[in-house]
């Protein structure tokens, strides 16, 4: 199931699961590296002219991160499985924006498939640690 650091102690939590912070999440902390990953990718030079494109997938990127932490901060299990949703979909979003990136040319093969792991780990991360607060959510209701 991974390892979301139980027995941690913090202000808020759910079941066993204590955090005072939402930077202490394992998946947030997956999360963080993917804006650094992508802004590499956008500095190129014909990435760069393309605004839409470096546009959409630089938000998706910081999507991911800023959704797990508006998720924790609202402090109820059911809107932080939710915003947790919207995080995983953002990396299938950072997915699906680096194929149109390679397909156009802008980056190679080696640059794809380093993004697209880091953003297939991190929906890992974050579909494994709302596939267990998930049962939680069905108890609160």
Not at 31 to 45: C, G, T
Not at 80 to 101: C, D, H, K, M
Not at 102 to 113: N, V
Not at 127 to 135: D, E, I, N, S, T
Request: charged fraction near 30%; charge should be neutral; proline fraction near 2%.
């Amino acid at each position: 199931m991974g390892n979301w650091g139980i027995g941690e102690l913090g202000n808020w939590g759910i079941g066993e699961l204590k955090y005072a912070r939402f930077e202490k999440l394992p998946c947030w902390q997956d999360a963080r590296k993917l804006p650094k990953m992508v802004f590499e990718l956008i500095r190129q030079k014909e990435l760069s002219k393309d605004f839409c494109l470096k546009d959409q997938i630089w938000r998706a990127a910081g999507s991911v991160m800023d959704n797990i932490a508006e998720g924790f901060d609202d402090g109820s299990t059911n809107e932080f499985v939710r915003f947790l949703g919207y995080a995983q979909r953002s990396t299938s979003e950072i997915q699906s924006q680096l194929y149109f990136a390679l397909d156009c040319g802008y980056i190679s093969r080696d640059q794809f498939e380093s993004v697209y792991e880091a953003a297939t780990e991190c929906r890992k991360q974050v579909k494994g640690f709302r596939r267990y607060l998930h049962p939680m959510v069905l108890n609160d209701q």
